[in-house]
């Protein structure tokens, strides 16, 4: 019944290494997001995919880019990882209406070294 | 941009006493406010949502009210229960139809 799926839930990356984290749905949403989550800030938005192929910054893209080359895929890349972008990341989709809010992924808790 | 506070960070209560959480959010176009619920270790799941054109929504123990004057809405929960214990995060959607969540509230019901 898993919707939204984070490909892995735990992932530890030493310094200068370039990450991928990956996230499919099979809902046939056409808006995909990633967060991050940090005690105390919530959840931050670091970009979102409104289409195929199409991308939008969120709050916090610096250090972050995404790639969307099929509708059901959504991956985030920390180019260069630093140990400030340890945290737990969360996977989103919804429909362009938000009708029925988001759908979450499980996560990914990323520890950088 | 959009800016969500959410208050208090932490609210203790004791199990079948009400627990209400708020949220201000600064943009007057932001139209859909959902509030999800995240036990611990798991992902965050849509517990209720409201829409700029209702005042009031009501599922069970759950209730949201929303002020769009103010720019707050709030969270109800009646007659807590132990597992209601969780953090509760507010959002606000504006363009893109993207949600900006509140920074949370740890939410304890003691039996």
């Known amino acids: 019944d898993v919707k939204v799926t984070q490909s892995s839930r735990y992932l530890v990356k030493r310094t200068g290494e370039k990450v991928f984290l990956e996230c499919v749905q099979d809902?046939?949403?056409?808006?995909m997001f990633w967060y991050r989550q940090d005690p105390g800030l919530g959840l931050r938005l670091i970009y979102f995919s409104y289409d195929v192929k199409m991308k939008e910054k969120g709050d916090i893209p610096e250090g972050y880019s995404v790639s969307r080359e099929k509708k059901e895929r959504f991956s985030l890349i920390l180019e260069s990882a630093s140990t400030n972008q340890t945290s737990m990341y969360l996977c989103?989709?919804?429909?362009?209406?938000?009708?029925?809010?988001?759908?979450f992924g499980s996560g990914t808790r990323l520890t950088v070294v | 941009g959009e800016n969500v506070e959410q208050h208090p960070s932490t609210l203790s209560v004791q199990e079948g006493d009400s627990a209400v959480i708020k949220c201000t959010y600064s943009?007057?176009?932001?139209?859909?406010f959902p509030w999800y619920k995240q036990e611990l270790g798991k992902r965050p799941q849509l517990i209720i949502d409201i829409r700029s054109n209702v005042g009031e929504k009501k599922d069970q123990r759950i209730a949201v009210t929303l002020n769009k004057t103010a720019k707050h809405f709030s969270l109800h929960i009646t007659e807590t229960q132990p597992e209601d214990s969780a953090v509760y995060f507010c959002?606000?959607?504006?363009?893109?139809?993207?949600?900006?969540f509140g920074a949370g509230t740890r939410l304890a019901v003691h039996p």
């Open positions: 943009d007057s176009a932001s139209n859909y």
């Open positions: 989103a989709s919804s429909l362009g209406t938000l009708t029925g809010g988001y759908t």
């Open positions: 809902m046939d949403h056409e808006n």
């Open positions: 959002a606000a959607s504006t363009g893109y139809n993207k949600l900006i």
